[in-house]
């Protein structure tokens, strides 16, 4: 079991930056994320890192403008996010998982509850 507890959402204007942290406890899962979930849209992946080698990956939409990071010495994982936008406005999720090294979004089996996230323009 893991629990996963998010923070750092906010209300910005465009152009600003928030970051996110997903403090964890319970077991150490290898696969850490960060997904969004948009009013009337689907949840979508946003940066994922595989934590035994620190591999990352970013999807196309927040490319170039967030960082995914770690902090093993106080179970935290970390959104960075700049250069926000009025379309980057959705609930933030953090999730756990297991995986070989993929970090597919079918590894992550542990939610946390979200903090929101909303840019105006």
């Known amino acids: 079991q893991v629990q996963l507890v998010e923070s750092g959402g906010g209300s910005v204007q465009a152009g600003g930056s928030l970051r996110l942290s997903c403090a964890r406890s319970?077991?150490?899962?290898?696969?850490m994320g960060w997904f969004r979930q948009a009013p009337g849209k689907e949840r979508e992946m946003v940066a994922t890192?595989?934590?035994?080698?620190?591999?990352?990956y970013y999807a196309d939409s927040m490319k170039g403008r967030v960082t995914i990071s770690q902090d093993n010495t106080k179970n935290t994982v970390y959104l960075q996010m700049n250069s926000l936008k009025p379309e980057d406005t959705a609930m933030y999720y953090c999730?756990?998982?297991?995986?070989?090294?993929?970090?597919?979004?079918?590894?992550?089996?542990?939610w946390g509850q979200g903090t929101q996230v909303t840019v105006s323009s």
């Open positions: 319970g077991y150490n899962y290898n696969c």
């Open positions: 999730a756990a998982g297991q995986s070989d090294g993929s970090c597919a979004r079918s590894n992550y089996n542990y």
């Open positions: 890192i595989y934590r035994t080698f620190g591999n990352t």
